[in-house]
């Protein structure tokens, strides 16, 4: 009896976390739509429903994550910082840090050194975004991370590491790094080790062993992160986009399912978007978006059904999907496509926009996110565009809270996250929580 009460207890936090928490990169499977009804601040600034902000130990573009009160964020120091004066990468650490939701007091945070030799961040294209890149996923229990060549560490809640597992020591052909974030389906923990061993893997989560391994050099190029679709009563897919290609597994098997050509880009930056059957894909340059029927009847020589396709491309930001229209943001260009039919509805530039500069351009990697109708926008400067979008995809406002040091640009490329009515966004050098107590 004290065995199953505790079962129980268990199931049911694990479910109440599930209920009101963002537990992985852009929230439930990866949609980028938040599942609790807590009203979310439209307005704010330094002064303004700023709940807290706290200081991080190093910059890094994983996206913050919240399990429940805690919130988790990855970040990387000793190397490839503006602190860097020696430029020695046996100084490079990596840091999963946990926040407690309403004050923003650090909980615990755990030290994983560098597994060498790592891609130079002087040498190759890892400058763009660092070497925490990869967003922590939880299934409400314990919380998982993935730091490329140094491999998938499982912690606990509290913070004891429970196991390693390392999953390729490879590098890109441009050296980019990889930044896919894990995901998790059942008790299969998914990683894309695209640089590190051009695979797709899933672990065994309680414990990291091997379940399945695919591997392919058509990984080279790919940056986004994997979904869950839906197919039937019985079935779901493991979705993914990589360059030129989507491909569809089981997951639990690692089987190949279907595959559909057509994205023209060289590079899969976004993430897919799942919902009805469909995929939804949207590519960088030179490709588009396009919308894919996923068939009950397994095929994997054939191609899937192409519904539609647009010449509207995304660059870093994954679209979002709202009642039935696409939501995509490109360089500083929101516009509206229709799911059903691939017709953009609607072209909105994004007024007043700031651009962070350097040798790579303005890198807006964060997406949009969406709360009861309103779209939440940050770009790399720390403006979140908020629109209404039952109202005529009305811009309600532009907030900016940056707290730069004297003679820095501080730099937000994470995801925010919504959770309790609260708004969380990471920089490269605070966690800030918006939330509005009155």
Known sequence: MRFLCLTAAI????????ADSWMQFRGPNGSGISNNTAPVPIHWSKTQNLAWKSELPG????????????????CYSGYGTPDDAKRDISKLTRHLCCYELNTGALLWHQDIEAMLPEDSYYESGVSSHGYASHTPVSEGENVYVFFGKSGVIAFDLEGQRLWSKNVGNGSDPPKWGSASSPIIYKDVLVITAAAESQSIIGLDKATGNVLWKHESSSLD???GTPAILGVSEDRDDLVM???GELWGFNPITGERLWYRQGIGSKQAYTSVLCGNS???????????????????????TEPSKLVWQSPINATYATPVMYRNAIYLISRNILSVLDAGSGERLRQIRLRGAKETGGPFGSLDYASPVCHEGLLYYLNARGQVYV???????????????????AGEKEIFWGTPAITKGRLILRSNQYLYCIHDAS
Do not use: Y
């Open 387 to 405: 629109f209404d979008l039952d109202n005529d995809v009305k811009q309600l406002a532009v907030n900016e809270i940056t707290n730069s040091k």
């Open 221 to 223: 190029g790919m940056w």
């Open 11 to 18: 199931i049911l936090c694990s479910a109440g976390h599930a």
């Open 278 to 300: 469909q995929v939804f894909a949207s590519s960088g340059a030179g490709g588009g978006t396009l919308c894919v029927k996923i068939d009950q009847q397994v095929n994997p």
């Open 241 to 243: 986009m990589i360059a």
């Open 59 to 74: 910059p890094g573009a994983s996206s913050p994550i919240t399990v429940g009160q805690r919130v988790f964020v990855t």
